[in-house]
């Protein structure tokens, strides 16, 4: 392709190459640096829990995320072919890539393995307009460790991701992910049944639910608890106890249990307060087999963040071991602050640095200096054609606060961009 075929200029060519396809986005300037303090700060924070980077492939074999793997749908995966004619796609979620990992270089540990994560995720929403679909996670793996201590310790540590990452407000929503199924199991439901009552209950349509019921031969005490999930928000003791009197399910009684445990555990944390028990939270991925979480903040109906243990997904690729895991979704953190009104005005700030051409080594000498003392120093020469003038207007269009002019050997003026005073020093 001619490199033509790139220049949009007075004849309009190469205007229809300007735009991105649907559900992904460019991000630059003042957006771009909040996206990338807000991995820092979020990344951090994981660090600081122990957990060690690791990054795996943008695309992977379509088998590392098929149905068998409980992720995404295969319609919902954007997939193309190697030159071998194997399918290939682009990773849709993390966790299965990385549970490949742990597998293949970690089959011998027994012990902790702790993992870390920034990268992107594609998913095919297709006719979902405005959802976007390349996303930024900043995510995190607990391997070999299945106590309840594990499940809080990854719920606290999404609490402080979040707070680190600039919110204040929000709620964490717990469940499980064998509370429903221990109950669709009680009832008896055969498998379209489940998907019917699942959709219902994902949609939050229990009017749908209770109709729904009413074709179907559940006992009273069953088809109380489904009609009342969404009622069962308040008092855990309370609600577990209204459960415990309704069912007989040993799978519905652990995940109770479990969820008690972790409740109590997450007090020590003192993050209870941003904590919602949910019983009627199911989750997309059907590999999560225990406790599930998701973040949620006012002013933007898509998840923060998600996470839950999927302890039988490991052993898909030869490993048996026990995991938990989150996600941060940056995207969605940076909409809720942009919403919430949560970033303060600024600029991206650093320095221009004006020098005329027969100054040039001493101006290569002296912004060496500055880098040296960690300032962010851009280098331009000035044009015997252009005034003053022009400079500043440029710094102020790329939110430069400083313009540093070598007038000569012995004079150099400093420019504050906002407040447009000057300084006359020597080099």
Known sequence: ????????????????????????????????????????KVHAVMKSYGFRDIETPTFEYFDIFNKERGTVQSKEMFKFFDRGNNTLVLRPDVTPSIARCVAKY?????????????GNTFVNTGRYRGKLQEVTQVGAELYNDDTS?????????MVECLRKGGLEEFQLEVGHADFFRGLVEEAGFRKEEEEELRKLIVSKNFFGVEELLDHFTVSEPLKEIFIRLPELLGDFSESALYIKKRTKSSRVLQALERLQKVEEILALYGVSDYITVDFSMLSQYSYYTGII?????????EALATGGRYDGLVEQFGKKAAAIGLAIVIDQLLIARSRQKLFPDETLGGTVFLYPQSLRRQALRLT??????????????????????????????????????????SELIQYDVVTGNEEHRKP
């Open 1 to 40: 392709m001619s490199q033509t075929n790139f220049e949009s200029g007075e004849n309009g060519k190469g205007q229809e190459l300007l735009h991105t396809p649907g559900g992904v986005r460019d991000i630059y300037g003042i957006e771009c640096a909040r996206k990338l303090e807000v991995e820092s």
């Open 293 to 301: 979480f998701r973040a949620y903040t006012y002013g933007n109906g």
């Open 368 to 409: 060496e200096e500055y880098r040296k003392q960690g300032k962010q120093i851009q280098m331009l020469r000035k044009s015997s054609r252009k005034d003053f003038g022009v400079y500043q207007a440029y710094a102020e269009r790329m939110g430069i606060d400083t313009i540093l002019y070598l007038v000569s050997e």
């Open 106 to 118: 970690c089959r011998d540990e027994e012990m902790q393995i702790r993992l870390c994560y920034t």
């Open 149 to 157: 201590d594990a499940d809080a310790e990854m719920i606290a540590l």
